[in-house]
Antibody, heavy 121, light 107 residues
């Protein structure tokens, strides 16, 4: 059974940092592109970042460029999102997801349950 | 950047009836379009990919159609568990983009 479990969320002050983790099981995560998608309270889904298998390709949304970094440890089946210079508008639930295609530009076939990030003083 | 627009924002349908949701892309995405269902408090679930292919385990009452810039999701014989929020997503080009969602509510 494919499982994605996020951790590392919480309350942080504006300007602070958090590192989210996503533990994958039930499949060989090293063969898949992986992504982070977020959802502000009461709002829709917003793609954040995507990484390929060997970390040679990374894509991210404009408003997080230079602040958020996606990375992975394929040997441990872990995906990360390092979030720096956090702003109130970064508040929301962060989901990790598996990109179905192994070659980029894909839909998301499995999602984690999400982890809450709250940026507030 | 490709902008996805869903309509209506809210759709009220009676159980057992049919509901049709629309999604429009600001430019051609071919058939690189997925639909997701999200029940409040849960993660999104993949319903449709390639504009019209049902994901594994998705009931046949869900169907997708369209290509290019105009897409629709039809749910026949609505059941209680189908009342949720639905999102479309294009994966034709970076950055990925989602529609703002359509809430399907019980009439």
């Amino acid at each position: 059974e494919v499982k994605l479990v996020e951790s590392g969320g919480g309350l942080v002050q504006p300007g602070g940092s958090l590192r989210l983790s996503c533990a994958a099981s039930g499949f060989t995560s090293a063969t898949y592109w992986m992504s982070w998608i977020r959802q502000a309270p009461g709002k829709g889904l917003e793609w954040v970042a995507t990484i390929n298998q060997d970390e040679s390709k990374k894509y991210s949304m404009g408003s997080v460029k230079g602040r958020f970094t996606i990375s992975r440890d394929s040997a441990k089946n872990l995906l990360f999102l390092q979030m720096n210079s956090l702003r109130a508008e970064d508040t929301g639930i962060y989901f990790c997801a598996r990109d179905y295609y192994g070659s980029g530009l894909s839909y998301f076939d499995y999602w984690g349950q999400g982890i809450l990030v709250t940026v507030s003083s | 950047e490709i902008v996805m627009t869903q309509s209506p924002a809210t759709l009220s349908v009676s159980p057992g009836e049919r509901g049709t949701l629309s999604c429009r892309a600001s430019q051609n995405v071919n058939s690189d379009l997925a639909w997701y269902q999200q029940i409040p408090g849960q993660a999104p679930r993949l319903l449709i990919y390639g504009a019209s292919t049902r994901a594994t385990g998705i009931p046949a009452r869900f169907s997708g159609s369209g290509s290019g810039t105009e897409f629709s999701l039809t749910i026949n014989s609505l059941q209680s568990e189908d009342f949720a929020v639905y999102y479309c997503q294009q994966y034709k080009d970076w950055p990925y983009s989602f529609g703002q969602g359509t809430k399907l509510e019980i009439k």
